[in-house]
């Protein structure tokens, strides 16, 4: 659940909320992870080379972010198992008829007495289809990283800015690997809670959480455009942002999601 789902909530997020971009649903709660992995952010214009991966013509940024990002996009997105699409069907029919719809049944019960309790036997039904989920988005994670690796911080703030650029994705004129639209981390957001909250790889989801809080402030200021590399935020500003989310526990993160498109503290860019 990456670049795949965008909208807004205020009196119209309905509407605008169920069009569904690139990915689907996706923390290191540690200060000092963010100094560690942001002391060289990805700025450079040209890709890096990446032992064992082939150079691809034209791309631009890391390589090997470049390469987990359009990984993760062919697992929840482009080329979804059978397995996860079946999954994908039973949530949606649960939540309300589309992936999108998980995210507005959150809103009711996380403004409601009983949360996170009412939330989580709501869930229950649905339980063996989100381990689906959790087992094919964290096994692209695993691929890639190890637990508690610090670049994943590199990688989320390169993919917020809008820093990754790959030509692969030209067929569906997305090329920048970043969200379509701030409001998706919402949904990952509340994909991440549901798995904390029915014991589904819980510890993993707790852990990249506060990722997913980190790159929806990076992307509220960055504002990166989906089809040409975009200029990187000031290396200070990125460090700030990962010092003020990644420590953040599940509950801050839920009174943090209920803010929207941006979040509380800014200043950030009034929507249009």
């Known amino acids: 659940m990456t670049e795949t789902m965008t909208g807004t909530m205020t009196g119209t997020?309905?509407?605008?909320?169920?069009?569904?971009?690139?990915?689907?649903?996706?923390?290191?709660?540690?200060?000092?992870?963010?100094?560690?992995?942001?002391?060289?952010?990805?700025?450079?214009?040209?890709?890096?080379?990446?032992?064992?991966?082939?150079?691809?013509?034209?791309?631009?940024?890391?390589?090997?972010?470049?390469?987990?990002?359009?990984?993760?996009?062919?697992?929840?997105?482009?080329?979804?198992?059978?397995?996860?699409?079946?999954?994908?069907?039973?949530?949606s029919a649960h939540v309300g008829g589309n992936l999108f719809a998980i995210l507005e049944r959150w809103?009711?019960?996380?403004?409601?007495?009983?949360?996170?309790?009412?939330?989580?036997?709501?869930?229950?039904?649905?339980?063996?289809?989100?381990?689906?989920v959790s087992r094919t988005e964290l096994g692209v994670f695993d691929a890639f990283f190890r637990r508690h690796d610090p670049r994943?911080?590199?990688?989320?703030?390169?993919?917020?800015?809008?820093?990754?650029?790959?030509?692969?994705?030209?067929?569906?004129?997305?090329?920048?690997?970043?969200?379509?639209?701030?409001?998706?981390y919402h949904v990952w957001h509340v994909y991440a809670r549901s798995m904390m909250l029915l014991g589904i790889d819980g510890g993993r989801w707790r852990e990249i959480d506060p990722l997913i809080g980190f790159g929806w402030a990076v992307q509220s200021v960055a504002l990166p455009q989906l089809r040409t590399v975009n200029p990187p935020l000031p290396e200070g500003q990125v460090r700030d942002l990962a010092r003020e989310w990644l420590p953040r526990t599940p509950q801050r993160l839920d009174a943090a999601f209920q803010s929207f498109p941006y979040p509380w503290s800014g200043p950030f860019p009034v929507e249009s």
């Open 13 to 91: 997020m309905t509407e605008r909320a169920h069009r569904i971009s690139r990915r689907g649903a996706l923390g290191l709660a540690a200060t000092a992870l963010a100094g560690t992995a942001l002391g060289g952010l990805w700025t450079a214009p040209a890709a890096a080379a990446a032992p064992g991966l082939p150079p691809v013509p034209g791309m631009q940024g890391d390589r090997y972010l470049n390469e987990f990002w359009y990984q993760f996009d062919e697992a929840v997105g482009y080329r979804p198992s059978p397995e996860l699409l079946e999954a994908n069907g039973q949530i």
């Open 107 to 132: 809103l009711e019960h996380v403004r409601a007495p009983g949360y996170p309790h009412t939330f989580a036997r709501f869930l229950a039904p649905v339980r063996d289809p989100l381990r689906v």
């Open 152 to 184: 994943l911080v590199s990688a989320f703030a390169a993919f917020a800015q809008g820093l990754l650029f790959d030509p692969r994705r030209a067929n569906v004129e997305l090329e920048v690997h970043t969200m379509d639209g701030v409001v998706a």
